[in-house]
């Protein structure tokens, strides 16, 4: 253990105390102006469905029996004043305040108005109109307040209109910023492989997403993403004897295009009927955002866990990154399918690349949602990937003999297989799980026709409303992807790779500052690194904190 590991520890209460204050001493005290809204008339109270109005003690209610509650429900009823009751009939048999009933009384008025105004006077009788002018000046007070509040609110919706985006479209944002460093001895090895000092430095890294929605029926999305980012892998470059030396201690929001712009994500959903959801990538698609992941408090790469591994299954992996298409069916029943196809060079004419001929995925998952207290998933993907140098069965999750089993420029197939479970025992706490098998075939190479068995697993655990409402305190215990089999672990050069046992082990606490900020300090833990026990252990200690907009 490291001097500048055990520095770590004696200062961390600091930084967290430190975190706490800072976090609290943002909040600002939010005056809200109570507004009194005028709802309309109701037909009966039990199916009351107008806004709740602030009472005003000072005026006296409009009982069912007064003359002027019976007047207008008169007035309704011959003219039609107030749309959406039964027959255009007022059969109210609750007292209204004062504000209510003017709202009743108002619509009245415009409607004899509109009556007058299109030559047809004659249908409004003179008893009516004395009847209106004897109600207009008992609640002249109200009218004029309901009438201040109606244009005031048609000036908000005007300057709202002439301001906003667009009709059709929202933009959500999400901004990323990090604090982090890795401790630890010496860089991870895969057995056999001499060993180097790990030498690395605290970072302060950001990663911004803007997100826009648009909508054109109401059942539809289309959602374009921006992306820009500055966050490094831990892992480093082997090379040049950089980082940790594994993929196990990557973030899981890390990525660096120096804080490029770019548009990473196109997608368009719709249901094709009640029953069935589809969801077409034009890129930047991935399973784990198509479909139910299984691990609700942690599956967010800006809200959830601070590991690539903690957030979900390998599984959802599988063709990122790729234009496809996303078919679900019976999405909100207690048993649903979902059915997917990711090719992740679909927009590359060239050979073994393109929509058919490249790498793909096709992916199939039945999930079983009986209630929120129980959510379970049988998963499957076939995943086909070229001899490219790029190929990586979970894209960098897990070790590296796992990712590569048959090395660079190998013609791969691979057969995954996944169960995912949540367990809700309580609004505050929950526990979910994952385990994993994949066989995989090199189809080309030097390796050409061996296999590799790969196995992993998971549990969390997330204890909600912690130290305080919106709160959450996780843990995460598994093992990343591990070669556990298969001929290719007896290939001269591998049969000391991935011979012993990781261990992940991630603590985080999610301190909700406001609806928008969220801190979340934690650690990461990989024991036996590479899967090779005569690793050191290594550490990532980060603090994240995260903005939406």
Not at 32 to 52: F, I, K, P
Not at 57 to 63: E, G, N, R, T
Request: proline share 3%.
């Amino acid at each position: 253990m490291t001097k500048r590991f055990w520095n770590l520890f004696k200062v961390s209460p600091v930084v967290l105390a430190a975190t706490f204050f800072v976090a609290n001493s943002a909040l600002a005290a939010e005056v809200n102006e109570q507004v009194t809204n005028v709802g309309e008339l109701s037909e009966a109270q039990e199916s009351n469905d107008m806004s709740q109005v602030t009472s005003v003690s000072q005026f006296s209610d409009v009982q069912p029996t007064d003359w002027a509650f019976q007047a207008l429900q008169s007035l309704v009823e011959r003219y039609g004043c107030i749309a959406g009751y039964p027959n255009s009939t007022y059969r109210g048999n609750r007292a209204l305040t004062r504000y209510e009933f003017a709202a009743g009384l108002n619509a009245c008025l415009d409607r004899v108005n509109e009556l007058i105004a299109t030559a047809t006077a004659d249908l409004v009788s003179k008893q009516d109109l004395a009847t209106l002018q004897r109600l207009q000046e008992e609640y002249s007070a109200e009218l004029a307040t309901l009438r201040g509040r109606v244009d005031g609110l048609e000036a908000r919706t005007s300057e709202l209109e002439a301001n906003q985006f667009s009709t059709t479209t929202k933009l959500v944002g999400e901004a990323i910023f990090a604090v982090s460093d890795v401790f630890g001895d010496t860089r991870a090895a895969r057995g056999g492989d001499p060993t180097q000092d790990l030498n690395t430095n605290t970072t302060f890294s950001d990663r911004v997403r803007l997100n826009l929605y648009s909508s054109f029926t109401g059942k539809d999305q289309l959602q374009i993403r921006l992306n820009a980012n500055n966050t490094v892998s831990n892992r480093g470059n082997d090379a040049l004897g950089t980082g940790t030396g594994t993929n196990m201690s990557r973030l899981g929001f890390d990525g660096d295009n120096g804080n490029a712009v770019v548009i990473d994500k196109i997608n368009y959903a719709f249901n094709f009927t009640d029953a069935v959801r589809v969801k077409v990538d034009a890129t930047g698609g991935e399973l784990y955002e198509n479909v139910n992941t299984f691990n609700p408090d942690f599956t967010s790469s800006g809200r959830g866990a601070l590991s690539r591994f903690g957030r979900f299954s390998p599984i959802y992996r599988q063709g990122q990154g790729g234009a496809g298409v996303t078919v679900t069916f019976n999405p909100k029943g207690a048993i649903s399918l979902s059915g997917a196809y990711l090719a992740r060079t679909a927009n590359d004419p060239t050979l073994n690349n393109g929509l058919l001929d490249g790498d793909n995925a096709i992916f199939g998952q039945l999930s079983f949602q009986p209630t929120k207290a129980f959510n379970i998933g049988l998963t499957y993907a076939r995943t086909y990937q070229t001899d490219g140098a790029a190929n990586n069965l979970f894209q960098g999750t897990g070790s590296i003999f796992a990712n590569t089993p048959f090395g660079a420029n190998t013609r791969t197939e691979s057969n995954n297989y996944g169960v995912e479970a949540t367990f809700q025992f309580s609004p505050k706490l929950a526990l979910s799980g994952w385990g994993g098998y994949t066989t995989a075939d090199a189809i080309t190479g030097a390796n050409a026709g061996a296999d590799a068995d790969i196995w992993y697993w998971a549990g969390a655990l997330a204890l909600k409303d912690f130290g305080g409402e919106g709160n959450v305190l996780g843990v995460i215990f598994g093992q990343p992807p591990k070669v556990t089999g298969g001929s290719i672990k007896n290939v001269a050069g591998n049969t000391t790779f991935d011979d012993s046992t990781s261990y992940h082990l991630e603590g985080l606490y999610k301190y909700k500052v406001s609806d928008n900020i969220q801190v979340t300090p934690g650690l990461l833990v990989i024991f036996n690194p590479e899967h090779n026990d005569a690793n050191d252990t290594e550490y990532v200690g980060t603090l994240r904190t995260t903005f939406t907009f």
